[in-house]
């Protein structure tokens, strides 16, 4: 239960930042780094420690694998949490760091927002399904619980 809160968790993150990064556009240019630093140093303690739990729970469960609940979800979990972190570590956090800016003093927006933007969608479906996963894990759990009752 502790992997489903922290990857519920994860799935409330990753929606929460698909739709406060749409909002970056609406910060003045020269407020942009002021902002985008308190906002990183604010995420900091509230995503990456419950991310780290969803990440240790889903390991876990290849050893710890609750009753009812075949190996393939635990598998898939798995696979979702290796294709988030190596395309957030190849692609989102990096542009995310090159974003200097959200929309550029001419009006325009920054490519690299737009970059960020355009693709971020996957990252969030990519969560989402992890949250998905473990949810099913829980299905399974309960439905093997309940067809034991007399």
Do not use: C
């Not at 992997?3 to 609406?26: D, E, K």
């Not at 974003?99 to 969560?127: C, E, F, N």
């Amino acid at each position: 239960m502790t992997t489903f809160a922290a990857s519920f968790y994860g799935v409330g993150n990753i929606w929460m930042t698909q739709f406060g990064w749409r909002l970056w556009p609406y910060v003045a240019p020269d407020d942009f780094g002021a902002y985008h630093n308190a906002w990183w140093a604010m995420i900091k303690p509230v995503i990456f420690p419950v991310a780290a739990i969803a990440v240790s729970g889903s390991i876990a469960l290849i050893w710890w694998r609750p009753e009812g609940v075949t190996a393939a979800p635990v598998w898939l979990n798995i696979a979702l949490h290796v294709a988030t972190y190596t395309l957030t570590a190849a692609f989102w956090a990096r542009w995310q760091a090159q974003t200097h800016y959200a929309k550029l003093p001419d009006g325009a927006l920054d490519p690299m927002y737009v970059r960020a933007m355009s693709t971020h969608w996957i990252r969030a479906t990519l969560i989402t399904l992890n949250g998905l996963a473990v949810f099913w894990m829980v299905i399974q759990h309960l439905s093997s619980k309940t067809e034991k009752l007399p």
